[in-house]
Nanobody, 126 residues
């Protein structure tokens, strides 16, 4: 399984970015997907997740109202639209695939994700 994240970059506070993650290697539509992030010197934290069919989403409190996770199963891609970015959003953002096939639930637990992308760096300047 390969997950290729892209879309990171440098943006001013209040700006927007859209991250993408292209998946290959297993049936994308069978698995929930998540975005997690790791800031320098900190643990990897949950950001958002979406069920395999896209009908259920879950967000960290820090992301609610500003970030939107979505997926296109025809393109094997999951997205994270990030608006109203803050300096504290600066981190490496990872997409990850839930290990449970055909699971309509979504998880905020790092241990529930078995495949990870390489990460894309988001830097928000003040």
């Amino acid at each position: 399984v390969q997950l290729q994240a892209s879309g990171g970059g440098l943006v001013q506070a209040g700006g927007s970015l859209r991250l993408s993650c292209a998946a290959s290697g297993r049936t994308f539509s069978m698995y929930a997907m998540g975005w997690l992030r790791q800031a320098p010197g900190k643990e990897r934290d949950f950001v958002a997740a979406i069920s395999n069919g896209g009908g259920t989403t879950k967000y960290a409190d820090s992301a609610k109202g500003r970030f939107t996770i979505s997926r296109d199963n025809a393109k094997n891609t999951v997205y994270l639209q990030m608006n109203s970015l803050k300096p504290e959003d600066t981190a490496v953002y990872y997409c990850a695939s839930d290990f449970r096939p055909n699971n309509r639930l979504v998880s905020s637990q790092t241990d529930d994700y078995d495949y990870w992308g390489q990460g894309t760096l988001v830097t928000v300047s003040s």
